[in-house]
């Protein structure tokens, strides 16, 4: 009776920590897993339009939304440190933007994903750390995108904390601040 | 030993749970308690100078972002019903805008928190089961909006799902529309 009640209780246990015990999880060959439910991770910020390179490549007059996700463990853990635990993962969720719809008729507000971007620490899978992805469709895994590819130095360059743009993060920058580990970029 | 291990399981169970079982609180005498650690909750979406009133009131030079959480057992019991049980928490929190900053030159990313907004339902606790409340500075708690409030009469008639903009909240939308509780508004 004594087991059955201690086993009782570790269902329930693992049950509610599972949000927290969230990993990247690969193919025999590699491949990142669609990251499963991260609409309940830990939201760090939207923006609309962002626009890195040169204004004059923008489309503002057709903007898109980006919602970025973080697993739970680790926003913990940068709570605690001011930086990112191995198997942190991030996703950036692109959306379309809306103007005209139900009582709204000003600004914008979102609409369809157009596309899942994942950025993951695996210090011992990838050379330089991190590594990203692109989610395409209804891909159920993808390979990380080639090292040469933009994101690579872009985050690696401007990023505040250790490859990631903590400075959008309105949240978790005075965090970094306080702990000593955020980089002033460009 | 046996006792101390049961002992040990029930925090580590308690203390993962803590997430999924936040409930409004309130003072003595009827002031809800500012919610704590609202950003861990489910983040639904975010709005960039959304208009309700004529389009002729807004400012669009200077928009406002606005972001929406709800509490994490409320969400989990959408999915399964298409509506909020008693006891579910939305916060609305209201950013700045800007654009310039580290490596952006276009668009618009989230800055300071200006307001803090919390709907609540509490089925016994309130007339009309739902109550508004707005959060100005760092007060600790605050009574409830009078119900002649705008919020009251506007959720109530124009809200897609029992007193919520559930249109405007992409994930939920579909749920909402799959369990036949999306009531369509002009």
């Known amino acids: 009776m004594k087991l059955l009640f201690v086993a009782s209780l570790l269902v329930v246990c693992l049950t509610a920590s599972a949000q927290t015990s969230i990993e990247p999880r690969y193919t025999a060959d590699g491949e990142l897993l669609r990251p499963e439910n991260y609409r309940e991770w830990i939201f760090l910020s939207s923006g609309l339009g962002m626009t890195y390179g040169p204004a004059a490549s923008t489309n503002p007059a057709n903007p898109l939304f980006d919602n970025v996700f973080v697993t739970p463990a680790a926003y913990k853990s940068f709570q605690q440190t001011g ?7 991030f996703v ?4 379309s933007a809306s103007t005209k719809g139900s009582i709204n008729n000003g600004g914008h507000f979102q609409d369809q994903v157009s596309a899942v971007e994942v950025e993951v620490k695996d210090e011992k899978r990838f050379p330089n750390k991190w590594a990203f992805f692109g989610f395409n469709g209804t891909a159920a895994s993808t390979k ?7 994101c690579y130095s872009c985050h690696s360059t401007n990023g505040a904390v250790d490859n990631t743009f903590v400075q959008f993060y309105p949240t978790l920058a005075p965090i970094a601040k306080a702990k000593g580990t955020f980089k002033t970029t460009p």
């Open 83 to 89: 930086t990112w635990p191995d198997k942190t993962m």
């Open 92 to 95: 950036l969720e692109i959306r």
């Open 144 to 150: 990380s995108l080639p090292t040469s590819a933009s």
